[in-house]
């Protein structure tokens, strides 16, 4: 085999692109610019953005025109992906990519306008809760659509040490089924869950403190999105800690508001972060496409 042939049948993802990253100032967050999700992507990139990941609880990468198809390549790169139980909201032909707009088509709407409607980390409500989500825009208004994010290892790091102890080996309930109730009482697009979407996401119990897999920082995870209530203590107790958790979870010193811009990927880490999103008028037009990894089992 001749040199130059040898140069042609070479893995294309051995070549790494030349990328920087820049932290934002604020609680978390950072900036990629360089890394075309056109190109090949190395698995020492993959590698370096995970960190990245890790470090900062969101990455951006900016101007991505990408496909579908890239979105879910890409994403698979850190891990399996998980499928919305809400399946009328995936993108035809691709199940692993849920569709988050506020755009309704011939009287119906178009994706999960209401995803971001509370505080939460994506997924929490599953007994292996998600790695990080990765969301794509499509289509942006001129105005409002932002989203923002929580560090939840800050939150932690700055909790009183009588709450830590007060909270120290406690578990919660996440459900998805507590959050969609709630919400179906103010969005009036929401049916009933089918007696299988129910099936399929039944309660689980983490821990409030969760060690992260990967830097060994404990952070809170718990949210106003899917968190029930606390295990083992009085219904009354336990949403009165949750409500003080929550409050300080968003203090504005603890968040960063992402202020989209054209073809946006914004990749967070659901394992120490909670995020939100105010609904978008209906005559300002959003659209979003959202993978999800898989993560671990917390503890």
Known sequence: MSSATALLQRP???D????SIRSFDGPLGAEINGLDLNLPVSAQDVATIRAALVK?????FRNQRITPEQHV????????????????????????????SNVVENGQPIGL???GADWHSDLSYMPRPSLGSLLHAQELPPEQGDTLYANMFNAYDTLPADVKRTLEGRKAVHSYVYRYRRLQALTPWRPDLTQKQIDDVPEVEHPIIRTHPENGR???FVSE???????GIPKDESDALLKFLHEHTIRAENVYTHKWRAH???FWDNRSTVHYAAITPQHLRRTLYRTTVEGDVPF
């Open 73 to 100: 390549a890409f994403s698979r790169r850190f891990g399996p992906l998980q499928v919305h139980v809400l399946n009328r909201f995936h993108l035809k032909q691709h199940p692993e990519i849920l569709i988050v």
């Open 16 to 19: 790494e692109q030349d990328f």
């Open 12 to 14: 294309a993802e051995t």
């Open 264 to 266: 946006d990927i914004v």
């Open 218 to 220: 404990k952070a809170l």
């Open 225 to 231: 999105g899917f968190t029930s209530h606390i295990v």
């Open 113 to 115: 306008v209401d995803a």
């Open 56 to 60: 900062h609880g969101l990455v951006v």
